[in-house]
């Protein structure tokens, strides 16, 4: 085992082989129980079948996701020899997009996957937009399905060239991407270098996975929880439940729940069904604050220390880039903003600054409207009172999504939070 944890996110368009890849990175690193193996390869044998422990893997993360009720991310870990690594699937689409805005995900690097059959595709584009905005900060490439295009290195080239330009257009830096022909069924270039890609010398995945830079220091920025639900438990009373973003809660602190604006002592904070004196960021954590009843606090109240409360936006400056949206956004837009675990109505008040996107300098001083592929700053008023930070302050609690129409059509990070 390695000290360093990395957070991982698989990302691209859907059947484009993520879970198989995530199947596959388990098996090939071990990550699976040997007496579970063993069990599973007796049945197989009876039943003659070949590749068992392989096709193990996949059934059991199936299962998972059928599971995934309670859990809507479902992780995964596996060990290589730089890191330990926390998979965070994005089976679904839609799960994917809000984990990344709400932050459950916090990757700090992508896989993205992209079918050598099929190139980049909508959910493509969507995601590496998304990672550019929400600072994944090196993304490793995986032409998967290199089997069924016969491992042809015009297919890959192309390929390559593809996403490549879409990373252009989004301005991530190529520097931080590297591709790798893989095919996460056979498992070529997966955990060793492949005969089937003679024309191809680079590094195999894991060698990619090992070579990613170390994670940022979480930021030592005081204790922030957004609340995820309430609960009402006998014999405790109400239990607010979320996950530690930043900082780090005691028993005895005393917290203020903002917008909500109630506090009081933490008496006790359970982990995993035992109580726990502290916790730190990355905990899931059901906690109960004396005096505080069901009906005072609710799903996206954020939790913080009394004497540095969590901030209540009045109104927030943010920049933003707009994905897709099918006409243009103006002044008086008001559409649903996704923050942590928030949800909340927000209007547009103003659009102050059009950005250019190859130089990121201002193009346009208070410009008429934005649409699709433009990066703005605007002034943005919450319907209902919001509690976010600044992302140059706390990164965890400075992003949003905004979705209209079943689709996510902008994100972005705040810039200022006016209270
Ligand atoms: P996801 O939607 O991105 O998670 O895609 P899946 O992992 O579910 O894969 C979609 C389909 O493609 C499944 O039928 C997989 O068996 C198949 N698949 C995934 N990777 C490969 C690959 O490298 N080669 C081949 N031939 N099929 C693959």
Known sequence: MSEQHQNLAIIGHVDHGKSTLVGRLLYETGSVPEHVIEQHREEAEEKGKGGFEFAYVMDNLAEERERGVTIDIAHQEFSTDEYDFTIVDCPGHRDFVKNMITGASQADNAVLVVAADDGVAPQTQEHVFLARTLGIDELIIGINKMD???????????????????LKQVQFDTDDASFIPISAFEGDNIAEASDNTPWYDGEILLEALNALPEPEPPTDASLRLPIQDVYTISGIGTVPVGRIETGVMNVGDDVVFQPSDVGGEVKTIEMHHEEVPKAEPGDNVGFNVRGIGKDDIRRGDVCGPADDPPKVAETFQAQVVVMQHPSVITAGYTPVFHAHTSQVACTIESID???????????EENPDFIQSGDAAVVTIRPQKPLSIEPSSEIPELGSFAIRDMGQTIAAGKVLEVNE
């Open 148 to 166: 069924v295009v016969d491992y042809k290195e015009d297919t890959y080239n192309d390929v390559v060239e593809e996403v490549t330009q879409l």
């Open 353 to 363: 600054k059009k950005m250019d996107p190859s130089s990121g300098e201002v193009a």
